[in-house]
């Protein structure tokens, strides 16, 4: 089992920036994918970004150039730094865990964006 404890979400205004943090516990295999997902209300969970164990990331075309994940390994860590966010960021975000084994998720983290 593995499990991801989520932080960082809060109501912001228009323009403001966030950063979320995800730490992983528990059986982690060293190659893994870690990432964020979120879920607007109505809406389904759409993918934000995802970044392998080597670094290699991937992203929404909605959040390019604005969000940016990183991770530490040494902390089984995910982070996703949100700039420029937007009313239509708003949404519950998921933190994602993947090995070949299985794929896991977070609580969620609710980020709002309103002024």
């Known amino acids: 089992q593995v499990q991801l404890v989520e932080s960082g979400g809060d109501s912001v205004q228009p323009g403001g920036s966030l950063r979320l943090s995800c730490a992983a516990s528990?059986?982690?295999?060293?190659?893994?994918?870690m990432g964020w997902y979120r879920r607007a209300p109505g809406k389904e969970r759409d993918l934000v970004a995802t970044i392998t164990n080597g670094g290699s990331t991937n992203y929404a075309d909605s959040v390019k150039g604005r969000f940016t994940i990183s991770r530490d390994n040494a902390k089984n860590t995910v982070y996703l730094q949100m700039n420029s966010l937007n009313p239509e960021d708003t949404a519950t975000y998921y933190c994602?865990?993947?090995?070949?084994?299985?794929?896991?998720w977070g609580q969620g983290t609710q980020v709002t964006v309103s002024s």
């Open positions: 994602y865990y993947r090995d070949f084994r299985s794929a896991y």
């Open positions: 528990g059986r982690i295999f060293s190659a893994n994918i």
